[in-house]
């Protein structure tokens, strides 16, 4: 089984961290190392390279590896770094893996495949072998049936907890509490680790057990995501439900674009400088970014 797997740095708000890029879509290394700086100075707890709001779909292994050491170069050791993974061929994802650890994440996050829909068994299989190719490193599953068209079934996400001793986690983007919470009630004797995937339910997910939440606003309002979390730790229950009511009109108004866009929108209005995401999406409309500005408006971010 290894030796004992530290989970202790898993909680908190992570930012699945958005890759500015240059007019030729090469990522752009300045502008990437003043953002990292910007979200741990807004109080993260770790930083995710490679969720699906740093499109990882868009980008080639080569790309990811000196994203990936760029990313933890500036980290300089100030909070963890975690790797996600995405691909559907379970080899690629094996490479992917060994390749983040040994560019120092510290924890490895893996979605189901996409375009599949594969059985339990195979589902299974895929999640087991990666965990057994970094034995020793924590494993977290992402849950995201909206962008893979299925869930990680509950006996499925059971089996890896108390089967394979790195499979330490997950981050649930379902969007469905009742979802979330079984995932911890089923793995509660294992100390497994949920994390809310979805920004408008960091104070529900919270209330039954979560232990932080992966948040793309936490891009570009990293201050007023991390005090949801903040505020609920230090027993200030109705000051994270305010913020978290603060925050739920500005996640809302970003479906009106398309996905993954309106993360770098909101954060070029803010002068954060993130530029355009990777074609074929493209920055969202004058009618839409008028829409993102009045929500920073309304919540007096602008």
């Known amino acids: 089984m290894g030796k004992k797997i530290d989970t202790s740095f898993i909680k908190g708000i992570i930012p699945p961290i958005a890759i500015p890029l240059k007019d030729d879509e090469s990522f752009d290394e300045k502008k990437l190392r003043r953002h990292v700086d910007f979200v741990i100075e807004g109080g993260v707890s770790a930083i995710l390279a490679f969720g699906s709001n740093g499109e990882f779909y868009m980008q080639e292994e080569d790309e990811m590896k000196d994203i990936l050491d760029v990313m933890r170069d500036q980290v300089a ?9 995405g691909a559907i061929r379970t080899s690629k994802c094996i490479r992917l893996a060994q390749m983040g650890v040994e560019h120092g ?32 490193v924590p494993v977290l599953l992402y849950n995201n049936p909206g962008r893979t068209g299925y869930g990680i079934p ?27 919470e079984e995932f911890i009630r089923r793995n509660a004797d294992v100390n497994f680790k949920v994390m809310c995937g979805k920004d408008t339910l960091i104070y529900a997910g919270l ?41 739920n009109p500005i996640r809302l108004q970003m479906d009106k674009s398309s996905f993954p866009v309106a993360t770098k929108d909101y954060a070029n209005l803010l002068g954060l400088e993130l530029g355009a995401p990777y074609l074929p999406t493209k920055n969202s409309t004058p009618e839409q970014l008028e829409g993102l500005r009045q929500q920073l408006v309304k919540a007096g971010l602008l």
């Open 77 to 85: 050791g100030r909070v963890p770094v975690f790797m996600g993974i």
């Open 207 to 247: 209330c039954v057990g979560a232990v932080g939440a992966v948040c793309c606003m936490a891009n570009f309002v990293p201050r007023l995501v991390c005090s949801i979390y903040d505020r609920f730790v230090a027993g200030d229950i109705k000051g994270a439900l305010d913020r978290q009511f603060v925050l």
């Open 105 to 136: 994440a510290k924890a490895v996050s893996i979605l189901q495949p996409m375009f599949l829909k594969p059985s339990e068994d195979e589902l299974y299989t895929h999640f087991a072998a990666i965990a057994d190719s970094v034995q020793d």
């Open 154 to 180: 509950q006996t499925v996400a059971e089996k890896l907890a108390h089967q394979k001793a790195n499979v330490v986690g997950m981050k649930d983007s379902s969007g469905d509490i009742t979802q979330t």
